[in-house]
């Protein structure tokens, strides 16, 4: 095992599902209250420990990378005008000790595939992979306490550890599912993972548990990456990795205790707005309040 400080997360897709949105603006920058997407993801990543993060782009999706670099004139501005609270906001937005880099994803091939574009950057470390559609909610504020188990249950228990939560039965089809052997899940906890499916027929899925979208893998997950055929969808699918990966060494399901906010959908984005709206210092109140004098 090796120190678990890179983690990849790939942003290089065109945001199909949120279009005409995502037409210009990449779907990791529209913004949730008053900060882009991406930015939740990455404070995650930087919270649970995380000290370089790797984007997997593609050309059209700078603004990315935009959002996490020094902005000289705006930073003046705010400065001569005695904003510091909003100064802060802009300057300070990632520890001096992290750093982000980027790999180039020139073809929608696939998770599995826009991973793997990572693969020079990674080397022999091992890593995490975090999909930036999904929010990571917890009441007690700290959003990143479910980042930071699955890296403590990877080193604790030697095995690759994928974060996943229940979906409706109906819903399997839309993610990646474990079989965990009919293990019942309690939140914190993880299981050995027997097989896992990408995108199951409703009725064929081995459980309802889904796999959200946060990883922490070995460096050996690269090379079975390279070796992984098109799969769901004529896909490069990570979850197939992964699975290959099973015969290797233990992979495990951890059980997230927060709760997800899907901001790859539109209703999904449009919850999560309301969510993170009702729990803003400045805003929620008046928020709250607002929501209850509606005839809903
Ligand atoms: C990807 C993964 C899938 C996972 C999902 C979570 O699918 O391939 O295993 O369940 O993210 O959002 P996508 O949503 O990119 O089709």
């Known amino acids: 095992m090796t120190e678990l400080t890179k983690i990849v997360i790939p942003v290089a ?22 900060k ?17 993060i790797i984007l997997v782009t593609r050309p059209g999706k700078e603004s990315i990378e935009a959002h996490f670099q020094p902005h000289d004139e705006l930073e003046a501005a705010l400065e001569q005008k005695g904003k510091t609270a909003l100064l802060a906001s802009v300057r300070d937005i990632l520890p001096a000790d992290v750093r982000i880099t980027t790999a180039f994803q020139n073809q ?34 700290d959003h990143a306490h479910d980042l930071r188990a699955i890296v403590a249950a990877f080193k604790q228990n030697h095995a690759a550890q994928i974060m996943v939560e229940p979906v409706a039965d109906d819903e399997v089809s839309s993610y990646g599912i474990v079989d965990c052997g009919g293990a019942v899940f309690h939140p914190g906890e993880s299981h ?21 979208g946060r990883y922490i ?14 799969g769901a969808g004529g896909e490069i699918q990570l979850t197939d990795a992964i699975d ?30 309301l969510k993170y709206g009702l729990d803003h210092p400045q805003i929620g109140a008046r928020l709250s309040a607002w929501i209850r004098e509606q005839d809903l």
């Open 244 to 273: 290959a990966l099973i015969a290797e060494m233990p992979v495990q399901a951890n059980s997230m205790q927060g709760r997800t906010y899907d901001c790859g959908s539109r209703l999904g984005y449009l919850i999560a707005n």
């Open 192 to 212: 050995n993972v027997i097989a896992m499916v990408e995108k199951p027929a409703v009725g064929s899925a081995p459980s309802n548990q889904s796999i959200i």
């Open 13 to 34: 897709g065109l945001g199909t599902r949120v279009l005409p949105a995502s037409k210009v603006i990449p779907k990791e920058m529209l913004t949730v209250v008053d």
């Open 108 to 141: 929608p091939l696939g998770l599995g595939h826009a991973v793997l574009c990572a693969a020079e950057l990674i080397g022999d470390d091992d890593f995490a992979v975090s999909l930036p559609d999904v929010l990571i909610f917890h009441s007690d504020g």
């Open 36 to 52: 882009p997407v991406i930015q939740y993801v990455i404070e995650e990543a930087v919270a649970a420990g995380f000290k370089e």
């Open 217 to 230: 893998l070995p460096a050996r997950t690269m090379t079975l990456l390279k070796e992984t055929q098109p």
